[in-house]
């Protein structure tokens, strides 16, 4: 039998207000100790009327939802009848429907503003990282969207597109840029952004880049800042003649050390008016080979890495790295769903829940 003991503890009813969303007044806490909120009251669009709500009034609740598990502006209604949470932090939450009214009034000059203070946020993090040296990813993702304004996507889905570049050496999302589903290209301007966002001190000293980002300006663009990259390269009819050519192959084993059905080679290789550069090139059997045809399968990294070829693989495989930020913002933040039907409202809230990882 188990013997009786009294509990050293002891059950009593109270009337005072209680919230179970207490952990969130720590992230309120951050938000406001760091000077972002008052941050977000100057650098947004205040509201046309004095008696308007302070743009802080929409975004900051918008956060709370989302990290309290939220995913659709409905649940901020969790936040407002949380009247402990709400007394807490000194709350003013604006009505649903003057949401979805805020949402769409912002227009590209509110989500300009918003984007300029996201910039500035991710420069503090990055000026108190005690890294100086940063390998950059970057990755174009989609997000389904059967919205009126959202456009085909290259797979035949409808939705958008945005661009997400992480550091490897820091988890935040240094830069997004929010596109329609048939936005294509552009990626220099992109990748000369976040390299003109670097503070003094610090600077990317290698990039692992999808074939996207395979362009003569691109490399020559990485090459004359002495920048380490490693491009999964658009296999051409010339690039595959390259290819093809290696005579010297060897069997690859993986990062712990198995041996698998794939060879790996190198050779030199160039685009117009781009430096001469390491093509790394893997190479194996397709599952059913034709009778006649091409019987192998090729995949081949642009690299000026000076490392063993095997090492190149390893490096660029890191490159899925990104994948866990992507994940985290579709399904952490419920990214894989849209708010609205206007862009620069999705697109705001798209950057908002990038600020939140």
């Keep these: 039998m ?24 720590m992230y309120h806490e951050l938000l ?36 309290g598990g939220g995913s659709h502006i409905e649940h901020i209604r969790e936040i407002k009848h949380d009247t402990a949470l709400v007394k807490l932090l000194n709350l003013s939450i604006p009505s649903l429907s003057t949401f979805g009214d805020w949402l769409r009034r912002l227009g590209r000059k509110g989500f300009k503003s918003f984007s300029s203070l996201m910039d500035k946020i991710a420069l503090s993090a990055l000026k108190l990282d005690k890294n100086e040296e940063y390998t950059l990813l970057i990755d174009p993702t989609i997000i389904e969207a059967g919205k009126y304004d959202a456009y085909m996507t290259y797979n035949g889905m409808k939705g958008y597109r945005p661009v997400i570049a992480t550091f490897l050496e820091l988890p935040i999302v240094i830069y997004s840029e929010f596109r329609n589903g048939n936005h294509m290209g552009g990626m220099a301007g992109i ?40 491009i999964s390269a658009d296999k051409t009819r010339s690039l595959l003649d390259t290819i093809k050519s290696i005579s010297e192959l060897s069997v690859f084993k993986d990062n712990s050390g198995i041996i698998t059905d794939r060879l790996i080679g190198e050779s030199v290789y160039c685009l117009n008016d781009t430096e001469p ?32 070829l095997n090492e190149v693989i390893y490096n660029y495989n890191k490159r899925v790295n990104i994948e866990n930020h992507i994940k985290e913002l579709k399904n ?23 600020f939140d990882l």
Aim: glycine share 6%; net charge positive.
């Design 2 to 25: 188990i013997p009786k003991k009294e509990p050293k503890f002891k059950l009593e009813l109270t009337e005072e207000e209680i919230t179970p969303r207490a952990g969130l007044a």
């Design 32 to 67: 406001e100790r760091s000077g972002i909120i008052d941050g977000i009251d100057k650098l947004m669009p205040a509201s046309g009327s004095k008696r308007g709500y302070k743009p802080s009034s929409y975004i900051v609740p918008l956060m709370l939802m989302m990290l």
């Design 191 to 230: 990748l000369k952004k976040i390299f003109n966002m670097m503070p003094e001190g610090k600077r990317i000293k290698t990039v692992f880049l999808d074939s996207e980002f395979y362009t003569n300006e691109i490399i020559n663009f990485l090459t004359e800042r002495n920048v380490s990259f490693a």
């Design 277 to 308: 550069f390491r093509i790394v090139s893997l190479k194996w059997l397709k599952k059913d080979p034709p009778l006649f045809g091409e019987k192998y399968n090729y995949h081949a990294i642009a690299t000026n890495l000076e490392c063993p």
């Design 332 to 354: 952490g933040f419920s990214l894989e769903q849209m708010p609205s039907g206007d862009f620069y409202a999705d697109a705001f809230v798209f950057r908002h829940r990038g």
